[in-house]
């Protein structure tokens, strides 16, 4: 094993590296932090409290991770951060762990993308395949799907959910739960059709898109209720699995009601 650490990183002797880490000049890493194999800090990274990072991450100057949550209601327990491999934090990067009066840890899953300046708090639970543009905020308790993209400064509201694929424009403020498959837009966000560019860069069938199409057109339309439509749409497009997962994400329950076009469009 070979375990590169720059002679001004302050590295706590109780950390715990895989092989062929490398640490570089002038950061700092605490004693209950783990690295996994390969994984590199560029250099001026910070890492504190239980925060584990999985294989081949790379961090970049001034991210920081696992200080403690900023949620007033924190009373200082064992909290923590977890993170799977080959996720890239770029500069100025910012993690925090969850919190001792809810989810105790703060999750990333694998190839993850944080351009500078992006921030996520408090027990946010973020999947797979994930990327979020420069200085994009993510706050408390916020659930990310997978192959979600967030735009350049864009906000999410805390204790929201964003579903699979979705793609949050450029300084969009996300107040309510974003449908899978959903593209949002605006100051405040409103719904604005299906993120067709990414379905397609990802491989989705020309089926696949046009029942998402037709669904997502039948569950906005004008006419009767949406909870009318959403019953519509069940027993039409039961053997169609994307929109049944649409509709599986707005029947759960949440703190949050459902992001929906604008009105006035």
């Not at 805390?158 to 605006?186: E, K, M």
């Amino acid at each position: 094993m070979t375990v590169t650490i720059h002679p001004t990183a302050l590295v706590d002797p109780a950390a715990k590296l895989g092989e062929d880490v490398t640490v570089g000049p002038f950061c700092t890493v605490g004693p209950d932090v783990q690295l996994g194999d390969r994984t590199s800090l560029i250099s001026h990274v910070t890492l504190a409290g239980q925060t584990t990072l999985g294989a081949d991450c790379v961090l970049y100057p001034q991210s920081s991770m696992g200080f403690p949550p900023q949620d007033f209601k924190h009373k200082g327990g064992q909290v923590g951060i977890e993170i799977g491999d080959r996720c890239i934090f770029r500069e100025m990067t910012n993690v925090h762990p969850g919190t001792d009066v809810g989810k105790p840890i703060t999750r990333i899953g694998n190839d993850c993308y944080l351009m500078v300046g992006a921030h996520i708090a408090h027990e946010c639970q973020v999947g797979n395949n994930v990327t979020l543009s420069n200085y994009a905020q993510v706050g408390g308790n916020v659930s990310i799907g997978d192959f979600v993209i967030l735009g350049g400064v864009a906000a999410v509201h805390q204790h929201t959910r964003i579903g699979n694929y979705a793609f949050i424009a450029g300084l969009a403020l996300v107040t309510q739960d974003v449908i899978p498959y959903g593209l949002v837009a605006g100051n405040a966000a409103h719904l604005n059709g299906l993120n067709i560019v990414g379905l397609k860069r990802r491989g989705f069938s020309r089926d696949q898109i046009f029942k998402l199409r037709a669904a997502y057109r039948q569950l906005f339309a004008d006419e009767g209720t949406l909870a009318e439509r959403m019953v519509d749409a069940e027993r039409i497009y039961g053997d169609a699995p994307l929109v049944m997962e649409i509709l599986r994400f707005m029947q759960h329950d949440s703190d949050r009601p459902i992001c929906l076009p604008d009105p006035r469009r």
